[in-house]
């Protein structure tokens, strides 16, 4: 039985090396796309004759788009034909080598307990696999009788020339005349992914942040690559997506001083309408694996909380209003929000562009614990921009929105509108809350009274910058003039 096995094994690893070329001399590189693709590069061998030839290459994914495979000499020398091109992605397994025994007589090794093992054998009268993934019950004839399970683990008779262990991209090639030389290879495939993730350290009180960021992939390709050199493209690239998906596919900066003498752990640069992101070193991704790499570290950001209190709204970024003369701006919120913001700048210790991704706010308590304190998600972010990040809301910051007062005048085409906002302060320092108002009931209006100065910030939006001491309560009122 051993000696069976071993030889098996012998033969399947004799499957690989069938072929012109089996598989690459080199490593792969990778540009991985936050979009659930990429493109694979690898080089590979070809000894080819003058006339027809046979090549084989071994180390494709499970999931790749063989009508995007480019195949060439990269030194622009030889001058070959691609006659035909096949690929196949049915690996060799027992599912399928029962489906290609079905009609046929086996061994199987049985092993009971208290029992000495044996051998029975049993004809495959239906294997129970289809390559698309789909699995019945098999059926198999033992002894004249049929039975829906496998009666031990079948022994299969030597393996066919045209067994593949991966998957696999075979090509026909015509030459005009002998040439030898490493092929280019490259090729879009699905199931190849990586994402940014940010991890921030505050201080319970101050400005400042520390900021580390992550890339991590994940490999659902179907194929591992050993120590591949790596990009990451950033952005919205345009790619046409399958109408459907099986299920198998789905399943499928300032550095303090000890750092500064280290290598970047990634560069980044501008390409076309995106941004690329190269790993400095080489990265092995096994199949079925999710591996994260640092891409940032820094120290010192200036991140300030703002306060925001936005009484006409529910929730964080909608706003919810009614036109109805007797319910518009009827107080809906008194939660204040917490958030924090910071320029994406170089004076301020970052300047990389700062791909899509999540953040997480973990502050420091004054025993040196951390604690998480709220996450959101940001968008591609360029040089210089700046980030605003909604937390939560403020437990001890509480607010109120009332109308004190509404006439309108149709006749005159005008309408006045008065209200009043309070702000309590329950923590023990002063607190600045910025009030948002929206005047969207006409396009012209005017504000006819005011208790504190305010700020535009646009057409249809002021905002009140309130200074709170600690346990007071502050009030905010305006009374706005509209006309149509």
């Known amino acids: 039985m051993r000696n069976h096995r071993f030889m098996t094994l012998r033969r399947l690893a004799g499957l690989s090396l069938l072929g012109t070329a089996a598989t690459a001399s080199a490593d792969p590189s990778l540009t991985i796309y936050n979009q659930n693709f990429a493109v694979v590069r690898d080089t590979l061998p070809l000894d080819l004759k003058a006339g027809v030839n046979e090549a084989r290459f071994s180390g494709m994914t499970g999931l790749a788009e063989t009508d995007s495979v480019i195949l060439r000499d990269s030194a622009g020398k030889a001058k070959f034909q691609i006659l035909e091109q096949a690929y196949r992605n049915d690996p060799v397994s027992s599912g399928l080598m029962l489906q290609l025994n079905e009609g046929k007589t086996i061994d199987f090794f049985v092993r009971e307990p208290n029992k000495p093992d044996r051998t029975v054998q049993g004809t495959i009268i239906r294997s129970g696999y289809s390559p698309g993934g789909q699995i019945t019950q098999p059926i198999i004839e033992v002894e004249k009788k049929l039975q829906f399970s496998l009666p031990g683990e079948p022994i299969f008779p030597a393996l ?152 006409a709204t529910m929730n964080y970024g909608a706003w919810n209003y009614y036109r109805g003369e007797g319910e518009y701006g009827v107080p809906t919120n008194k ?17 990389m562009a700062l791909p899509k991704g999540r ?41 109120e929105r009332r109308r004190t007062a509404y006439k309108v005048d149709s006749s005159n085409k005008w309408l006045d509108e008065t209200f009043e906002v309070k702000l309590r302060n329950h923590k023990k320092e002063p607190i600045e809350i910025r009030v948002v108002e929206h005047l969207s009931r006409f396009d012209n209006w005017e504000l006819k009274e005011k208790s504190d100065d305010f700020r535009k910030l646009d057409s249809h939006t002021i905002e009140f910058p309130v200074t709170v001491k600690p346990d007071e309560e502050k009030i905010v009122t305006y009374k706005v003039h509209y006309t149509w």
């Open 160 to 311: 066919g020339d045209d067994t593949i262990l991966n998957p696999t991209l075979t090509w026909t090639l015509n030459s005009a005349e002998p040439a030898k030389f490493d092929a280019e290879i490259a090729y879009v495939t699905g199931g190849l992914s990586w994402k940014s993730d940010y991890n921030i350290v505050a201080a319970d009180k101050g400005d400042t942040i520390d900021l580390v960021g992550w890339i991590t992939f994940n490999n659902q390709s179907g194929t591992g690559f050993k120590q591949a050199k790596v990009k990451l493209m950033a952005g919205d690239v345009n790619k046409v997506q399958p109408q459907a998906m099986s299920m198998r596919a789905m399943g499928g900066i300032k550095r303090d001083m000890a750092a500064a003498a280290m290598d970047e752990p990634v560069s980044e640069k501008s390409f076309a309408e995106f941004h690329l992101y190269t790993i400095g070193r080489p990265v092995t991704l096994r199949s079925q694996e999710t591996k994260q790499v640092e891409f940032i570290r820094s120290t010192g950001v200036k991140a300030p909380k703002i306060y925001v209190y936005d009484g």
């Open 335 to 351: 939660k204040v929000w917490t958030l924090r913001e910071f320029k994406n700048s170089k004076d301020n210790n970052l300047g």
């Open 359 to 399: 953040l997480r706010f973990y502050s420091q308590d004054d025993d040196g614990s951390l604690q998480f304190t709220g996450e959101n998600n940001i968008d591609h972010t360029a040089k210089d921009e700046t980030v605003r990040v909604y937390l939560g809301n403020s437990f001890d910051l509480v607010g």
